[in-house]
Each structure stands twice: as structure tokens, then as C-alpha cells.
């Protein structure tokens, strides 16, 4: 029961809160800080100086805009891979029995558990094994294999409290199989997809590791900020896209949110 | 016309025989009844035939049309869930039109229909609310909406009061007796509840370990067991054993006796009588029941609560007419 009483936690407890929260949002902020800093070649503190012409230095670098456009479209492509191969699966290991269930289950799992660089270095010698060229689509396929286990964690937990009566009874009334996905599946588990979908789109996008081993030549947008911190030339240029890219990122997490708070309400309505 | 046609039907899961070779022959406008205790094979047979399972022997008819291969979409049969399965993201008025929904029926026309089916079983205005916000007995009677306004040749329903209270229950079960008669549909339902097949069903088929153990009306399944199992699990007759039917002059090798057919009294013309000594007795509200030792068989009797009651030790007299004592299979 909630209490009264329970807004009044030790003055201890309150300060170690206030300190952890700090520790780990005004990292942030001073990253938006040093997007507005005179100074170019060191992050001194505190910065000398205050300017926005970094804003217009950033949108005029090409390379910029190839890191990001390179980045979204990976994002958006493994995404939508996982998105569909994560919903099959999860519904085929939910929804029915079959010989190696479990071990399918383990095996689509298991790319997530591994350390990236076993991923990254076991894709790139497969790659040069079938004598594949470094593409656009290997990094959609390094992307994809641990998209697809996020996709499927938050489909499989949906699809367990889906009652398996609802789809018999959907059938029953004279719902085939599309239709039954379509106004019965669909919208008991669109929330998950969501929530799924957008982790799985923010793990594709801040991916290094794999990248490395998979992109060949090409820079997505965090392996562009690794190497422009490298570089000590117009190093605000990093922290205004990293700034951008937060508050780009920042609004679809909101409706996000918005959207699976209400979706619970109707999951957890039961049966 | 017969509404439902068993022919031989089996469905194994694996080793296990959940449905063994059962015939069984529903007539159209019937009110059946598929009694037994859980995992006799009863819900699996109703699962057949809603399409949701596929035979593994035998043949099934729904109608004169084969029913084996035909999935459960393109079936003349609605089912009533145990669990109800009302679709939660969907409002009630949503959950009774689906079926017209996906059918293509307009938008107009559904809403109207399932707001007289919802009429049907007094839920009038409750269109708008969700499954979330009703109470069972309430969801329990849009799940029966949701069904029949289909207008399905035959109506399946799985445990259908299981979930209900005592009081609710009784209720319930007028209404549907009543709705089935108005209809004229073919309602087959399973249950465990032996109360509920007897007061409900036109004919009862009472199932053990996948296999009809005895089809007839309440009356002779009540009165007349056929086995063993029958006469246990549908009013808990007594079975006589082999020796006493020797000793009442019968051929049979096991009988069945109801418990109210007994009296303590001495034998009348022509009734059979035994004597034991008085085992146990217990009060029952209308009736006291009286467990009566013969010899080592135990025979209980219903005698009503204002008779006197014998007490514990006592050796008594108990007196039966010829005709309440029915041979029965040995099984």
C-alpha cells in the first residue's frame, strides 16, 4: 500500500539518489556544453569562450552527413529485418511445439550474449570465406543478427501472454490466418514491436564493434565521432551532431513511451 | 437431420488415446451434453469438432458435409471459450460483430446486429465498454453474443459455466436452456458437472478415458447406468457386487442401486431386502444419508431427513423394489 509516509525517505538516501542521477546525466549536458566552445583542439574546462559557429561548420561538412545518412539507413533496414524475422520466430517458438524448440530459442538469443567482437570477427572471416564485399548490406547483416534477438525478446514475452484461445477463437469466428494476424495478433502485440523496434534501431545505431569488422571503408555515425576525436581539428564539430542526434532521437523515444504505457493497460487486461 | 456425425472418430496425442473410436450421432435442435471428468476426452472431442483438432482415425460429419481437412474458418459452428477468449484491445460491440467483420459484412448492418445480440442476452448498451470492465457472468454472456450472431448451425460450449458462481450458474443455465429452445440451434456442450448435463441436456453422453461410456437421456443415464464408472460419477449409485446380485437371485455380475431407492424398512410384497448393520450416517439438508454395512459391502441410502435416523451400530433392515436394480456391463 502506498503510504504517506513514503515520501519521507532518509535525507542519506535522497542525497546518494540526487548523486547518482547526477553521475550520470551531466556527462551529457557537458557534452552540450562543449557543442558552443571557442576552443577546438582540447576540451578545457571551463571553456573560454561561448559561439554557435560549430552549428554551421557541422551542417557544411559533407563527410557529416554521409556518417549520418550511412547510420539511419543501416538502422532503418536492420530494423525492419528484425522486425519481421524476429516476429516469425517469436510467434513460431510461442504458438506451437516442435522437435529443437528450445535450442532454436537459445540460438537466436545466443548473438546477443556473445561479445561483439566473437560476432564481428566471426562475420568478417565468413564474409571473406564466401568472398563477399565489404557493403552496405554486411553492415545491415552484422546489425541485424543482435536486432533481431531484441525484436524477438519483447515479441516472445508478448506472444506468452497472448491466450492461445484468442487465436482459436478468431478462427472460429471465420478469421483465416491473415486476418487473425491482422486484427487479432497484430494489435495485442504492436506495442512490443514498437518497444522492440526501437531498441533495436538505437543498438544498430551506436554500434561499433561489429561495424568495424563488417563496414570495410565506410564510417558510420559513432565510428566518424571515434575518429574525429583522434583528429584535434574543429573537435566541437562531434559534440554538435552527438547533441543533434540526441534531441533528434529524443522525441520518438517520448511517443514511445506514451504509446506502450497505454498498450499495457490494454495487454494487462488479461485474458 | 442429424447435426453432427461421429463415425468411428480417434485422435491420439502421441501414446495417448484422448479420443478412442467414438461414434457418436447429434440431431439438429438437440441440446447435448458431453459429461465426464477431466482429460476423458470430451473437450477434445469438441475441439473436432470446431476444427481446432484434426482426427486421427475415423470420420466426421457436420451437416452431410465432411468435416476432416476443413479448418475452423470455414465452418457452420461457433464456439463458446472456457476462458471466453473476448478480444481485450476490442471494445464489446467490436468482440460480437467479428465474426460479420471479417466475413465483409458493412459496417451499418454489423453494429446493428451485434447490438441485437447483445439484446439477446440482456447486455443492452454495454457495447462500448471493454472486456476488462465486465464481470464474469457478464463476459461469459457476451462470448455467447459473440457466437450466435454468427447464427451458427451448431453452437460449441466449453465448460461454459465452469467460472461461475453457485447462484450465477443456476441462472445461467435456465437462460441457455431457454435461448436454445427459441433458437432452435444444436447446442453441444461439455461439462463436468454432472448437475448441470442432467438438468440441461435433451441427451447426455457420459465420457471416461476417451471413450462413450453411455449415451441416453438424463433419466436413463441417471437411473440406469450402464457401468461402473456411470452409476460412480453420475449420482454416485451404488454397485452391487457379484455376490450380493447372486443372492438377490440376479444373473448380473455387478448392479446398480440409487441411493434414494433404498428404504429402511422391512421388505413389502415383493421387494428384496438385506440386512446389515448402520456404518455411518451424515445429514444432507432434504435428505440424511445412511451408510448401510452388508457383509462388507457398503450400500448408502438417501432417506429423508423426517424419517428417523438409526444410530451408528444398530443392525437394520433395508428394502428395495426389483425394478430400481439394473444389471450393468461388467466394467
Same mark, same amino acid.
Request: hydrophobic residues 45%; contains cysteine.
Given at each position: 500500500?502506498?503510504?504517506?509516509?513514503?515520501?519521507?525517505?532518509?535525507?542519506? &538516501?535522497?542525497?546518494?539518489?540526487? *548523486?547518482?542521477?547526477?553521475?550520470?546525466?551531466?556527462?551529457?549536458? &557537458?557534452?552540450?556544453? $562543449?557543442?558552443?566552445?571557442?576552443?577546438?583542439?582540447? $576540451?578545457?574546462?571551463?571553456?573560454?569562450?561561448?559561439?554557435?559557429?560549430?552549428?554551421?561548420?557541422?551542417?557544411?561538412?559533407?563527410?557529416?552527413?554521409a556518417?549520418?545518412?550511412?547510420?539511419?539507413?543501416?538502422? @532503418?533496414?536492420?530494423?525492419?529485418?528484425a522486425?519481421?524475422?524476429?516476429?516469425?520466430? *517469436?510467434?513460431?517458438?510461442?504458438?506451437?511445439?516442435?522437435?529443437?524448440?528450445?535450442?532454436? @530459442?537459445?540460438?537466436?538469443?545466443?548473438?546477443?550474449?556473445?561479445?561483439?567482437?566473437?560476432?564481428?570477427?566471426?562475420?568478417?572471416?565468413?564474409?571473406?570465406?564466401?568472398?563477399?564485399?565489404?557493403?552496405?548490406?554486411t553492415?545491415?547483416?552484422?546489425h541485424?543478427?543482435?536486432?533481431?534477438?531484441?525484436?524477438?525478446?519483447?515479441?516472445?514475452?508478448?506472444?506468452?501472454?497472448?491466450?492461445? @484461445?484468442?487465436?482459436?477463437?478468431?478462427?472460429?469466428?471465420?478469421?483465416?490466418?491473415?486476418?487473425?494476424?491482422?486484427?487479432?495478433?497484430l494489435?495485442?502485440?504492436?506495442?512490443?514491436?514498437?518497444?522492440?523496434?526501437?531498441?533495436?534501431?538505437?543498438?544498430?545505431?551506436?554500434?561499433?564493434?561489429v561495424?568495424?569488422?563488417?563496414?570495410?571503408?565506410?564510417?558510420?555515425?559513432?565510428?566518424w565521432?571515434?575518429?574525429?576525436?583522434?583528429?584535434?581539428?574543429?573537435?566541437?564539430v562531434?559534440?554538435?551532431?552527438?547533441?543533434?542526434?540526441?534531441?533528434?532521437?529524443?522525441?520518438?523515444?517520448?511517443?514511445?513511451? $506514451?504509446?506502450?504505457?497505454?498498450?499495457?493497460?490494454?495487454?494487462?487486461?488479461?485474458? | 437431420?442429424?447435426?453432427?456425425?461421429?463415425?468411428?472418430?480417434?485422435?491420439?496425442?502421441?501414446?495417448?488415446?484422448?479420443?478412442?473410436?467414438?461414434?457418436?450421432?447429434?440431431?439438429?435442435?438437440?441440446?447435448?451434453? +458431453?459429461?465426464?471428468?477431466?482429460?476423458?476426452?470430451?473437450?477434445?472431442?469438441?475441439?473436432? +469438432?470446431?476444427?481446432?483438432?484434426?482426427?486421427?482415425?475415423?470420420?466426421?460429419?457436420?451437416?452431410?458435409?465432411?468435416?476432416?481437412?476443413?479448418?475452423?474458418?470455414?465452418?457452420?459452428?461457433?464456439?463458446?471459450?472456457?476462458?471466453?477468449?473476448?478480444?481485450?484491445?476490442?471494445? /464489446?460491440?467490436?468482440?460480437?460483430?467479428?465474426?460479420?467483420?471479417?466475413?465483409?459484412?458493412?459496417?451499418?448492418?454489423?453494429?446493428?446486429?451485434?447490438?441485437?445480440?447483445?439484446?439477446?442476452?440482456?447486455?443492452?448498451?454495454?457495447?462500448?465498454?471493454?472486456?476488462?470492465?465486465?464481470?464474469?457472468?457478464?463476459?461469459?454472456?457476451?462470448?455467447?453474443?459473440?457466437?450466435?450472431?454468427?447464427?451458427?448451425?451448431?453452437l460449441?460450449?466449453?465448460?461454459?459455466?465452469?467460472?461461475?458462481?453457485?447462484?450465477?450458474?443456476?441462472?445461467?443455465?435456465?437462460?441457455?436452456?431457454?435461448?436454445?429452445? %427459441?433458437?432452435?440451434?444444436?447446442?453441444?456442450?461439455?461439462?463436468?458437472?454432472?448437475?448441470?448435463?442432467?438438468?440441461?441436456a =435433451?441427451?447426455?453422453?457420459?465420457?471416461?478415458?476417451?471413450?462413450?461410456?453411455?449415451?441416453?437421456?438424463?433419466?436413463?443415464?441417471?437411473?440406469?447406468?450402464?457401468?461402473?464408472?456411470?452409476?460412480?460419477?453420475?449420482?454416485?449409485?451404488?454397485?452391487? %457386487?457379484?455376490?450380493?446380485?447372486?443372492?438377490?437371485?440376479?444373473?448380473?455380475?455387478?448392479? %446398480?442401486?440409487?441411493?434414494?431407492a433404498?428404504?429402511?424398512?422391512?421388505?413389502?410384497?415383493?421387494?428384496?431386502?438385506? %440386512?446389515?448393520?448402520?456404518?455411518?450416517?451424515?445429514?444432507?439438508?432434504?435428505?440424511?444419508?445412511?451408510?448401510? =454395512?452388508v457383509?462388507?459391502?457398503? /450400500?448408502?441410502?438417501?432417506?429423508?431427513?423426517?424419517?428417523?435416523?438409526?444410530?451408528?451400530?444398530?443392525?437394520?433392515?433395508?428394502?428395495?423394489?426389483?425394478?430400481?436394480?439394473?444389471? +450393468?456391463? =461388467?466394467?
Amino acid at each position: 500500500m502506498r503510504s504517506e509516509k513514503a515520501n519521507s525517505a532518509p535525507l542519506g &538516501l535522497k542525497i546518494a539518489a540526487a *548523486a547518482g542521477l547526477a553521475f550520470m546525466h551531466l556527462p551529457i549536458l &557537458l557534452i552540450f556544453l $562543449y557543442a558552443f566552445t571557442t576552443e577546438e583542439k582540447s $576540451y578545457q574546462f571551463p571553456p573560454p569562450g561561448l559561439t554557435t559557429q560549430w552549428f554551421a561548420v557541422a551542417w557544411n561538412r559533407p563527410d557529416v552527413w554521409a556518417a549520418l545518412t550511412l547510420s539511419v539507413k543501416v538502422a @532503418s533496414i536492420a530494423t525492419a529485418v528484425a522486425l519481421v524475422l524476429g516476429t516469425l520466430c *517469436a510467434a513460431a517458438v510461442s504458438q506451437t511445439r516442435f522437435f529443437g524448440r528450445e535450442t532454436i @530459442s537459445l540460438l537466436v538469443i545466443l548473438p546477443i550474449a556473445l561479445p561483439g567482437i566473437i560476432t564481428g570477427i566471426a562475420l568478417r572471416s565468413a564474409f571473406s570465406m564466401a568472398e563477399i564485399p565489404f557493403s552496405f548490406w554486411t553492415i545491415v547483416l552484422g546489425h541485424a543478427t543482435f536486432c533481431i534477438v531484441v525484436v524477438y525478446n519483447n515479441a516472445v514475452a508478448r506472444f506468452r501472454r497472448i491466450s492461445g @484461445s484468442l487465436i482459436e477463437a478468431s478462427m472460429d469466428l471465420g478469421a483465416d490466418g491473415f486476418q487473425t494476424f491482422r486484427y487479432v495478433i497484430l494489435p495485442n502485440i504492436g506495442t512490443a514491436l514498437l518497444a522492440g523496434g526501437m531498441l533495436a534501431f538505437a543498438l544498430s545505431f551506436d554500434e561499433v564493434i561489429v561495424t568495424t569488422f563488417t563496414a570495410g571503408q565506410q564510417s558510420t555515425l559513432p565510428i566518424w565521432m571515434l575518429e574525429e576525436l583522434i583528429r584535434p581539428r574543429q573537435r566541437p564539430v562531434t559534440n554538435v551532431v552527438a547533441m543533434v542526434v540526441v534531441m533528434a532521437t529524443f522525441l520518438p523515444i517520448l511517443g514511445a513511451y $506514451y504509446l506502450t504505457r497505454d498498450g499495457d493497460q490494454i495487454a494487462g487486461a488479461g485474458k | 437431420m442429424t447435426a453432427v456425425l461421429f463415425d468411428n472418430v480417434s485422435r491420439y496425442f502421441g501414446a495417448v488415446r484422448a479420443v478412442d473410436r467414438v461414434n457418436l450421432e447429434i440431431a439438429e435442435g438437440e441440446f447435448f451434453a +458431453m459429461l465426464g471428468p477431466s482429460g476423458s476426452g470430451k473437450t477434445t472431442c469438441l475441439r473436432l +469438432m470446431a476444427g481446432f483438432e484434426q482426427p486421427t482415425g475415423g470420420h466426421i460429419e457436420i451437416f452431410g458435409e465432411t468435416a476432416e481437412g476443413v479448418p475452423p474458418y470455414r465452418r457452420s459452428v461457433n464456439t463458446v471459450f472456457q476462458d471466453y477468449a473476448l478480444f481485450p484491445h476490442l471494445s /464489446i460491440l467490436d468482440n460480437v460483430a467479428y465474426g460479420l467483420m471479417v466475413k465483409g459484412v458493412g459496417r451499418e448492418e454489423r453494429r446493428r446486429a451485434a447490438e441485437d445480440a447483445l439484446a439477446m442476452v440482456k447486455l443492452p448498451g454495454y457495447g462500448t465498454r471493454r472486456p476488462g470492465q465486465l464481470s464474469g457472468g457478464q463476459r461469459q454472456r457476451v462470448a455467447l453474443a459473440r457466437a450466435l450472431v454468427n447464427k451458427p448451425k451448431v453452437l460449441l460450449l466449453d465448460e461454459p459455466l465452469g467460472a461461475l458462481d453457485l447462484k450465477l450458474r443456476e441462472q445461467m443455465q435456465e437462460e441457455l436452456k431457454t435461448l436454445q429452445k %427459441s433458437l432452435g440451434i444444436t447446442f453441444v456442450f461439455v461439462t463436468h458437472d454432472q448437475g448441470e448435463a442432467l438438468s440441461m441436456a =435433451d441427451r447426455i453422453a457420459v465420457f471416461n478415458e476417451g471413450r462413450i461410456q453411455q449415451l441416453g437421456s438424463p433419466e436413463e443415464v441417471y437411473n440406469r447406468p450402464q457401468t461402473r464408472f456411470v452409476a460412480d460419477f453420475v449420482g454416485s449409485s451404488n454397485v452391487l %457386487s457379484e455376490d450380493l446380485c447372486r443372492r438377490l437371485g440376479l444373473k448380473a455380475s455387478f448392479a %446398480s442401486l440409487r441411493p434414494e431407492a433404498v428404504a429402511i424398512a422391512p421388505p413389502s410384497d415383493g421387494a428384496l431386502s438385506l %440386512s446389515g448393520t448402520v456404518a455411518s450416517q451424515s445429514f444432507l439438508g432434504a435428505t440424511n444419508r445412511i451408510v448401510i =454395512d452388508v457383509e462388507g459391502a457398503r /450400500i448408502a441410502v438417501a432417506s429423508p431427513a423426517a424419517r428417523g435416523v438409526p444410530a451408528v451400530g444398530s443392525p437394520v433392515t433395508i428394502s428395495f423394489a426389483a425394478h430400481d436394480l439394473h444389471p +450393468m456391463e =461388467d466394467a
